[in-house]
């Protein structure tokens, strides 16, 4: 089985390495030493854990009710105008989304390099890569 450092398992949550090594400490997430010594997560312990702090994450009043589940808050970092369309950069975390949009609904949104939004993915196909 797979197993991931403290920091590898912090990146993967969405948390620093130190959130990470208080939840362990505090016994939220489980953990072992390595033969090196290191602190790992196992890995279904890791993907357990991670479905249980997604579901007990609680909601913020401004975000909006949608059928997208996969959000992805963050910052405007390019935007490319066209007399019809616009492409818009978001960095989100360790992620670059680029999503084609009307410049109709860049302007209405009022998007522009530093604006903090989120990009939300609902899609019918979804590849996965294994790392």
């Known amino acids: ?8 398992a912090a990146r993967l949550l969405g948390v620093s390495p130190d959130t990470a090594r208080r939840w362990a400490d505090a016994g939220r997430l489980t953990t072992r ?3 090196a010594g290191r602190r790992v997560v196992d890995g279904r312990d890791l993907a357990a854990f991670s479905v ?8 913020e009043d401004d975000i909006p ?3 997208a589940r996969n959000a992805f808050p963050g910052i405007v970092t390019a935007i490319k105008l066209g007399d019809v369309a616009a492409q ?7 992620h670059r989304l680029v999503s084609l949009l009307t410049r109709e ?4 949104l009022g998007l522009e390099v530093g604006v903090e939004a989120t990009a939300r993915v609902k899609s019918t196909n979804v590849h996965i890569d294994r790392t």
Do not use: F, H, K, N
């Open 65 to 67: 009710y949608t059928s």
């Open 33 to 35: 030493r390595d033969d």
């Open 52 to 59: 249980e702090l997604a579901r007990s994450a609680t909601p």
């Open 1 to 8: 089985m797979q197993s991931y450092t403290i920091g590898q």
């Open 88 to 94: 818009v950069e978001i960095q989100a975390g360790p």
């Open 105 to 108: 609904a860049v302007e209405e």
